[in-house]
């Protein structure tokens, strides 16, 4: 039984372990991963097992010889520009895109989720960037298309819900949150799992902008400030989706007396799960806060402490993803099961991918207010799928 080095590149890849990282679990010499990833030396029997074991693989896993198709490319993944020369962190976050976009295929093929909206909201987005109406307009029509009420605790999963893919990943500050279209039209949305809640929900909505908004730009551009524009508009727009323009004007107007204090934003901070940052920036973007106020404000800010230690951040909920787990639970056992035979994994290893645990980074706990807001839809479309 032969050993296919590809395949343990793709499965560390998957995890985001370096070599380093492996060779100092399994605890092997300095260059050891590389040789077998290259074909010069296979592991062990007992080096096997091991590897099986951490990333709760099957025996068969690494004697199959089928590669994982790339889905994807460089130019069209929105990484961090300032990090554009990071090739080893983007190698390992494209072939996570196109190992998870294997594993997806797959179970898609036992399940059938409906028409989705993702491809028209595009489509329009694009024709009213042809007639040059602003990003205040495109949130709107995208807040109208999404039916999102005025706050923003269902955009989560009406993100999922239009037909993207929102997945969990230990990323480094390097890369920092990403987002692609595939070559077969499925949109991507990687987040970091160790962000607060208000943080969280702009990355989000920043991704969902640049999967809208820059389809088929270049993000891999030498042009520093061609990447800058694309990264200023889908800023723009995450903060005029999530904090939509008529009715924060209203709101702000009703809520803040003062605009140089930060306690009166603290308010609006917990209606809409954003940072005060946000909130005072989007009102500087509407002429609602002058320069001189907006010095001011940041001097309060810095007195507070609030540049440190904002408050309430503990309390902005952290929405977990809930697409594919609504996915998974909609498949019978025996469908679950030919799923892990045809990949060679262990149930365990689809759940450490794709539904990891948000953890409180600062206390090693929990967040209670963490949620998932599942896609009901999913089980409903499989029982019709298999009663017609």
Do not use: C
């Amino acid at each position: 039984m032969s050993f296919n080095g590809t395949r343990l590149r793709d499965v560390r890849e998957l995890f985001n372990f370096t070599r380093k990282d492996l060779e100092k679990l399994l605890n092997l010499p300095n260059n050891t991963i590389l040789k077998y990833e290259n074909g010069i030396e296979e592991p062990t029997f007992a080096i096997q097992v091991k590897l099986n074991n951490l990333f709760d693989l099957k025996m068969p896993f690494f004697s199959k010889i089928d590669s994982v198709p790339k889905v994807t490319n460089y130019d069209e993944v929105s990484f961090n520009s300032k990090y554009v020369n990071d090739l080893k962190s983007k190698e390992r976050e494209l072939q996570f895109i196109n190992m998870s976009d294997s594993f997806l295929r797959e179970i898609l093929k036992y399940l059938n989720l409906g028409k989705t909206t993702i491809v028209d909201i595009l489509k329009e987005v694009q024709l009213m960037k042809d007639n040059n109406l602003s990003i205040d307009e495109i949130a709107k029509y995208v807040r109208e298309s999404l039916q999102l009420d005025k706050k923003n605790n269902d955009l989560m999963s009406a993100i999922e819900k239009s037909g993207v893919f929102v997945l969990e990943r230990g990323l480094n500050k390097k890369i920092g949150t990403y987002s692609t279209w595939t070559d077969t039209n499925r949109p991507y949305i990687i987040l970091r799992n160790n962000k607060y809640g208000s943080d969280r929900l702009f990355d989000l909505a920043h991704e969902f902008g640049h999967l809208l908004l820059h389809r088929g730009s270049d993000f891999n551009s030498s042009d520093v400030n061609y990447i800058k524009k694309l990264k200023s508009e889908a800023n723009y727009f995450a903060s005029a989706l999530l904090l939509e323009k008529d009715f924060f004007i209203q709101n702000y107007k009703r809520t803040i007396n003062d605009p140089t204090d930060p306690k009166q934003y603290l308010q609006l901070k917990q209606y809409y799960e954003v940072s005060i940052f946000l909130i005072k920036k989007r009102a500087r973007k509407l002429g609602l806060i002058n320069a001189r106020q907006s010095k001011i404000f940041y001097q309060k800010i810095s007195k507070l402490g609030y540049d440190e230690n904002e408050p309430y951040l503990l309390d902005i909920p952290i929405y977990i993803p809930g697409k594919i787990y609504t996915i998974l639970n909609a498949l019978s056992s025996n469908e679950l099961n030919a799923i892990y035979d045809t990949f060679g994994v262990h149930e365990a290893f689809l759940y450490k991918v794709f539904l990891r645990k948000i953890e409180d980074f600062s206390s090693g706990n929990k967040l209670k207010s963490a949620r998932v807001i599942p896609i009901e839809a999913a089980k409903q479309s499989h029982e019709n799928k298999k009663n017609p």
